[in-house]
Each structure stands twice: as C-alpha cells, then as structure tokens.
C-alpha cells in the first residue's frame, strides 16, 4: 500500500510493467514464488531489489484496456506455508519492509508475524493476484514454484520464446520451512490460505 501511495505522488517510479508486445505475454508476479527470475529473463528486472511489478490481474486488465485478451497471462503459485516463511524471511533481513509494516521489534517471531500481519502485502493470499472479483482464476496457465523450470520452458514454447534456464535470485539461505511450525501454526495458515491449499493440492509435508 506505502508503496504505491509513493509511486502515486511521485516519491518512487512505478515498476516496469511485467508484459512483453514481443511474445504477447504478461506475468502476474506474486510475491515470494520465484518471479524476479522470470521478471529477469524478460528483461523487467535490473537487479535493484524494490523494483519487481507485483501487479494482480486485475490491474493488468486495466492498465492494457481491449489489448488484454490479445495477452497470454500466467503466474506462480508455492506452498503456502513454504511461502509464509520465505515471506517471514524475507521481512526479518530488510528494516525497510518491518518499516512499511510497523514492525517495532526487529526480532519478532515467526507466530508473531502470522498472527499479527496476516494481512500485509505479503501474506495475501495468492488468489488476489490470479482471480477476478467472484474468485475465478482469469490468468491462463499456472506454473508451480516447486516445478518451476518446467512449467517456465512449456511458457517458452507457448509464446514462442527460446528455452531459458531461470537464474536463482535473491535467494534466501537453505532451509526447511517445517522446521518453523507448531501444530497451531499449521492449522493457522491452513485457514488463511484454505482456497488455494484446496484448489493446487497443497499438503504441508508436500
């Protein structure tokens, strides 16, 4: 929201928008699931971290009017509770997003961020981003961040793009997002993200 609201007044320049005339594709990046890679690859990206276009579908077809149709869109969706915890991590090593959030204590917990900002940008359910306003998906394929190479060649082939290897950026160090849940924590996230757990077969020990 902060961000956005800088953008508007002339604070931050708006993000390159995440769609290409060339291939006649658009990419709905939400956060934490791997897309700077693709943002990369396409050139909408520079490596400054802040800048990726996180923009929902619904933006899109707002922002390309009558030309959004003519559009091949996909996206990617992760493991919600993969995500939450990459999300966590993500907030606890930039003081810049604890400060959009109002995060007073630097070391707050991962229960904490939960619990308490569930609804932050980066904990939205991955619907938002791929759905119109009565929750049906709108973006033509989805591809998965745990198959991500995969899926990102056959989106290659559909737009008739060269097979590109993905770089890994801005990764985080290795870890096992299990490692990071109580039993209520598991049900907690379970009930914040119930659709898509639902809809992609997502399974926390999957």
């Known amino acids: 929201m902060f961000k956005k609201l800088f953008i508007y007044f002339g604070f931050l320049d708006a993000p390159v928008p995440n769609y290409s005339d060339k291939y006649k594709c658009l990419f709905v990046h939400i956060p934490k699931t791997g897309g700077t890679s693709i943002e990369s690859v396409f050139g909408w990206y520079s490596g400054h971290r802040g800048e990726q276009d996180h923009r929902t579908i619904l933006e899109y077809r707002k922002l390309l009017g009558t030309n959004f149709d003519t559009y091949f869109s996909f996206s990617i969706v992760r493991n919600p509770w993969d995500r939450a915890v990459s999300s966590y991590l993500n907030v606890k090593r930039d003081i810049n997003h604890q400060k959009q959030m109002w995060i007073k204590n630097p070391d707050f917990s991962f229960s904490d961020f939960i619990y308490h900002y569930s609804d932050c940008f980066f904990l939205r359910p991955q619907m938002s981003w791929i759905s119109d306003k009565n929750g049906q998906i709108i973006v033509n394929k989805i591809c998965r961040f745990e198959n991500l190479q995969e899926d990102f060649s056959e989106i290659c082939q ?49």
């Open 158 to 206: 559909i737009v008739g793009s060269p097979i590109i290897t993905l770089p890994h950026l801005l990764k985080t160090k290795r870890y096992d997002y299990r490692d990071f849940y109580t039993s209520d924590l598991v049900i907690k996230v379970n009930d914040l993200y119930g659709d898509e757990i639902e809809l992609f077969w997502y399974q926390f020990d999957a």
